[in-house]
């Protein structure tokens, strides 16, 4: 049974930095496409950042270029999103997802992904 477990959320103030982490169990780590969306307040769920299923590609949406970076740790089957000089607009909950057959053309799709974590809140606020 795939399980995916975020943390690292928290209350931040503007400028500052928050480390998220989701810790993935059963399943083949390097086999799977891994992702960060989140969902802002009274938005749609929307994509941060991701690695593709071969971990060759990395991608970014573009409000988070410069700002965030994702990283893996396939010893520890850990994703992480390092997320520095965080705005009010970054205030979501963060997801982590998960799926071994998403196409590189999908990966920005939230409907591509089977397996997502229940989530971690970030507050930027003052």
């Known amino acids: 049974q795939v399980q995916l477990a975020e943390s690292g959320g928290g209350l931040v103030q503007p400028g500052g930095s928050r480390r998220l982490s989701c810790v993935a169990s059963?399943?083949?780590?390097?086999?799977?496409?891994m992702a960060w969306f989140r969902r802002p307040p009274g938005k749609e769920r929307e994509y941060v950042a991701g690695?593709?299923?071969?971990?060759?590609?990395?991608y970014y949406t573009d409000s988070v270029k410069g700002r965030f970076t994702i990283s893996r740790d396939n010893a520890k089957n850990t994703v992480f999103l390092q997320m520095n000089s965080l705005e009010p607009e970054d205030t979501a909950i963060y997801y982590c997802?998960?799926?071994?057959?998403?196409?590189?053309?999908?990966?920005?799709?939230?409907?591509?992904?089977?397996?997502w974590g229940q989530g971690t809140q970030v507050t930027v606020s003052s």
């Open positions: 997802a998960f799926d071994r057959g998403v196409i590189t053309s999908q990966l920005r799709n939230p409907n591509s992904y089977v397996h």
């Open positions: 059963g399943l083949n780590f390097r086999a799977y496409a």
């Open positions: 690695f593709s299923r071969t971990g060759g590609y990395t």
